[in-house]
């Protein structure tokens, strides 16, 4: 099941957020089904995480939703990062990274892969000598 943030520090599923914004605009199971052209039981398989929609319906879901497709992917891909990138530190300054000038991260990106084709060169003299 993917989980995303939402508000706060609550945890939602793709299927979740569907149902959320759903029911925050009167809408029933097959209101929105009617709305991209499903059955009900896709709906509800999607809500339920029985499912992962399709991008393509994702995307007509957020249209009937009136919302942004990133709005129900929100912080999906950051959750996966934080949860690959184990050291809290290199996290948070990859964070802050993040709110720099496009000049400043290309000075960053360029020192890191510098750095990393430094590193991969001194192993294979390692694995030579």
Excluded: H
Excluded at 22 to 49: C, G, P, T, W
Excluded at 65 to 80: A, E, F, P
């Amino acid at each position: 099941m993917i989980k995303i943030n939402t508000l706060g520090d609550k945890l939602m599923s793709i299927g979740q957020k569907i149902k959320e914004f759903r029911q925050s605009q009167n809408l029933k199971q097959s209101d929105l089904a009617k709305m991209i052209n499903v059955s009900q039981d896709k709906i509800s398989f999607y809500e339920n995480d029985v499912k992962v929609p399709t991008i393509k319906t994702l995307v007509k879901i957020a249209k009937a939703l009136n919302v942004s497709i990133d709005v129900l992917l929100d912080n999906q891909i950051d959750t996966k990062v934080e949860q690959e990138i184990i050291d809290r530190e290199l996290l948070n300054l990859f964070k802050m990274i993040q709110n720099t000038k496009d000049e400043d991260k290309l000075v960053v990106k360029t020192l890191l892969k510098s750095f990393i084709l430094s590193n991969q060169i001194k192993s294979l003299q390692n694995i030579a000598c």
